[in-house]
Every structure is written in C-alpha cells, then in structure tokens.
T-cell receptor
Framework: GNSVTQMEGPVTLSEEAFLTINCTYT??????LFWYVQYPGEGLQLLLK?????DKGSNKGFEATYRKETTSFHLEKGSVQVSDSAVYFC???????????FGTGTKLQVIP | DAGVIQSPRHEVTEMGQEVTLRCKPI?????LFWYRQTMMRGLELLIY????????DSGMPEDRFSAKMPNASFSTLKIQPSEPRDSAVYFC?????????????FGPGTRLTVL
C-alpha cells in the first residue's frame, strides 16, 4: 500500500536558519506529492505540490523536488521566520484516487 | 469564498452522549472527507463522499460512528454513544472536480472532548 515517512519532530531552529524536513514515500505508479502546513488551532493548508518526477513545488520561500529515484520529497527553506512555526505534513495521492495518504507530521518551532 | 465551515468549533460532552459534528463544504466542490487527528494516531481518514455518495468508510472506527451527506452543501458525523477515547480534533475537507491533483481544502476543525 501507499505510505509516507517523515522525520520525527519537533524541529527547533533559530530565525534565519536553513530548514530541511525529510520525507520519503512508498507508492505504486506515479503519485502526486504534497506538503501541507497546519498552524496552531487551524486546519491543514496546501503549501506546495508536485505531480511528476523532477518537478519542483514552491511557495512562500519553501521548496520541494519530486525525486523518483530516491522516492523522496524533502521540504526546504533557506531562511525560516518565527511565523513559519507550524506542523508540516508530507502527503501523496496515487493517480486516479481521491484519497490522500498523510505522514505523521513534523512540528517546527522557530525561535527569535 | 467562505472556505469549509465546521460547527461547533469546540464540543465538550459526557461519555454516553450523542455528538453531531457538522460540515459545509466549499460551494461547487463534489468530494468531502472527514478526518480525525490525535497525538497518538496522527491524521486518520474516516470516510469520504463523492457526489454525496459514501465511497470509502473503511476508516470509521466502529459502529458508533456514522456519517451522512444529504445534499451537496452539508454533511454530518455522528458519534453515538461517545466515549473518552473519541476525544480528538475532527476535520472536514472538500475538493472540487477541477482542483489540482487531489488538492483538499480543510475546515478549521471541531475539537471534541468526551469526559
């Protein structure tokens, strides 16, 4: 079946530090890949997505590249801000399926 | 666009009581999803509907849980009787046929506490 594995949190960084949150997946075929973000007290919001190998999704300074050879979709940001503090979820959806498989989430805390 | 609307935002009830959670999807969206989020189990898909028809309810934990979607603009998730282990945040999400690949829009959630 489909599954997503992402690094355990929490991750604590100082403002302006570089961020990487690792995500690897297992799926049949060619899934679409997503990063969602959940701010405290809110629902999940789509942050970025990629639909095929070597695609790079980007939004709000965050980037992730769909790496089929390593089945990975790591999230990166060059300089984090306090406002980036949230829980980040890696997710996938197999072609033709409505369901989205989510990872367990990684909590990011950015301190001033 | 008002986004996905859920009510109530917070619910505190006693064990054994019936609980009904409500969701209004984004207008024009034809798929609706109910999730449960807990610290222990993370985010779990309970059930989803397509064009008001339940497609997959394999995530519904047991017969105490039921979900309905009587029309395209309203869905309910009912727990009867409720138990303390049902305490969680319940999210509703919707998706339109013309959205990007499986992009789902989440509501703000209902935080349920069963005492």
């Amino acid at each position: 079946g489909n599954s997503v594995t992402q690094m355990e949190g929490p991750v604590t960084l100082s403002e302006e530090a570089f961020l990487t949150i690792n995500c690897t997946y297992t799926a049949t075929g060619y899934p679409s890949l997503f990063w969602y973000v959940q701010y405290p007290g809110e629902g999940l919001q789509l942050l970025l997505k990629a639909t095929k190998a070597d695609d790079k999704g980007s939004n709000k300074g965050f980037e992730a590249t769909y790496r089929k050879e390593t089945t990975s979709f790591h999230l990166e940001k060059g300089s984090v801000q306090v406002s980036d503090s949230a829980v980040y979820f890696c997710a996938l959806s197999a072609l033709g399926y409505q369901k989205v498989t989510f990872g367990t989430g990684t909590k990011l805390q950015v301190i001033p | 666009d008002a986004g996905v609307i859920q009510s109530p935002r917070h619910e505190v009830t006693e064990m054994g009581q019936e609980v009904t959670l409500r969701c209004k999807p984004i207008s024009g969206h034809n798929s609706l999803f109910w999730y449960r989020q807990t610290m222990m189990r993370g985010l779990e898909l309970l059930i989803y509907f397509n064009n008001n028809v339940p497609i997959d309810d394999s995530g519904m934990p047991e017969d105490r849980f039921s979900a309905k979607m009587p029309n395209a603009s309203f869905s309910t998730l009912k727990i009867q009787p409720s138990e303390p282990r049902d305490s969680a945040v319940y999210f509703c999400a919707s998706r339109g046929a013309r959205e990007g690949p499986n992009e789902q829009f989440f509501g703000p959630g209902t935080r349920l506490t069963v005492l």
